[in-house]
T-cell receptor, first 111, second 115 residues
Framework: AQSVTQPDIHITVSEGASLELRCNYSYGATPYLFWYVQSPGQGLQLLLKYFSGDTLVQGIKGFEAEFKRSQSSFNLRKPSVHWSDAAEYFCAVGSDYKLSFGAGTTVTVRA | KAGVTQTPRYLIKTRGQQVTLSCSPI?????VSWYQQTPGQGLQFLFE???????NKGNFPGRFSGRQFSNSRSEMNVSTLELGDSALYLC??????????????FGPGTRLTVL
């Protein structure tokens, strides 16, 4: 069965600093991978997705992620965070008409 | 194009009652999925519907049920509510082509509180 692990529950980063969120997946075939962001009281917004092809994918809000099959990872990065990036981030793998999510990483941005 | 809409946004019920939540997908989307989000269990898949047929179901008791109508709108029902059913219920829609997975777009959720 597919699963996703996000090792970091909470990350604090200074505004303007870089951000990297880790995601490891377990899936037998080529995975469909996603990063979603959730602000308090809101639904999930898709940041980016990987289905196939180029392993470095660009998303919205200046985010990018790199798929590494050898490490079963799909880490999310942003070169310079803004205060508005404070939110909870979820990595997910898609299969059999559903998404399986990681536990999420809460990002706090300090001034 | 309007996004996924969910009604109601907030709901308060008491134990033993039942509740029905509604979801309208993005126009043209034929697949609707439901997820439960709680602080303890995170985001968990409930079920997915396409053309009024359930194609996949998560590991939830039979008290949780759903259906999809011919216009792709979906409802989920929870009977005999328990305190642990308090959660944010998220609906997502997708185009649902031939692939076994398609990109999903989420609604704002319905916050259910069971007292």
């Amino acid at each position: 069965a597919q699963s996703v692990t996000q090792p970091d529950i909470h990350i604090t980063v200074s505004e303007g600093a870089s951000l990297e969120l880790r995601c490891n997946y377990s899936y037998g075939a080529t995975p469909y991978l996603f990063w979603y962001v959730q602000s308090p009281g809101q639904g999930l917004q898709l940041l980016l997705k990987y289905f196939s092809g180029d392993t470095l994918v660009q998303g919205i809000k200046g985010f990018e992620a790199e798929f590494k099959r050898s490490q079963s990872s799909f880490n999310l990065r942003k070169p310079s965070v803004h205060w508005s990036d404070a939110a909870e981030y979820f990595c997910a793998v898609g299969s059999d008409y559903k998404l399986s999510f990681g536990a999420g990483t809460t990002v706090t941005v300090r001034a | 194009k309007a996004g996924v809409t969910q009604t109601p946004r907030y709901l308060i019920k008491t134990r033993g009652q039942q509740v029905t939540l509604s979801c309208s997908p993005i126009s043209g989307h034929r697949s609707v999925s439901w997820y439960q989000q709680t602080p303890g269990q995170g985001l968990q898949f409930l079920f997915e519907y396409f053309s009024e047929t359930q194609r996949n179901k998560g590991n939830f008791p039979g008290r949780f049920s759903g259906r999809q109508f011919s216009n792709s709108r979906s409802e989920m029902n929870v009977s005999t509510l328990e305190l642990g059913d308090s959660a944010l219920y998220l609906c997502a829609s997708s185009l649902a082509g031939g692939s076994r997975y398609n990109e999903q777009f989420f609604g704002p959720g319905t916050r259910l509180t069971v007292l």
